[in-house]
């Protein structure tokens, strides 16, 4: 019977040792959940709903700025775009590389490096892949 409650309890440290790995090895590698290191500054955004404008503000300039172009069955020949038309890495490449025509023909110039940020954290956080219907971070 010894054995048997040594074995259980060797079996529930070693879960729980591996339970808390991911998040201990995180917070050693400085990896901060909801954070993305923006190239262009060089920085890191961290992505709460505590420092929000990158919700509220950078969706609005995405409606305002992109989509005005890229929504469905426009006559600009842009292609429809929303924010899961891309994964948060392809967004972060678009962007950085500013390689798509709307980036290099002057349709961005009215937004300041800031909002391009805010636009880009916005569509970084709501990218496709993003949210698992599963998980209670995606409530938040």
């Known amino acids: 019977m010894k054995t048997q409650q040594r074995r259980c309890a060797v079996l529930a440290g070693a879960i729980a040792f ?3 790995a991911p998040v ?4 050693a590698a400085g990896i901060v959940p ?9 920085m890191c955004r961290v ?4 420092n929000s404008s990158w919700a509220s503000e950078g969706a609005a300039l995405f409606r305002q700025t992109c989509k005005s172009c890229h929504q469905r069955q426009n006559d600009k020949g842009a292609r429809f775009l929303h924010s ?10 678009v962007f ?3 390689y ?4 290099r023909d002057g349709s961005w110039s009215g937004l300041g490096a800031e909002q391009l940020r805010q636009v880009n954290d916005y569509l970084y956080r709501n990218a ?7 998980s209670a971070e995606s409530c938040g």
């Open 96 to 98: 950085f590389e500013k």
């Open 100 to 103: 798509p025509r709307c980036a």
């Open 34 to 42: 909801g954070a993305r290191f923006d190239q262009g500054s060089q």
């Open 84 to 93: 899961e038309s891309f994964t948060s890495r392809g967004w972060d490449r």
């Open 18 to 20: 591996l339970m808390a």
């Open 47 to 50: 992505l709460t709903f505590a």
């Open 128 to 134: 496709l892949g993003t949210y698992d219907a599963n």
């Open 24 to 27: 201990a090895v995180a917070d």
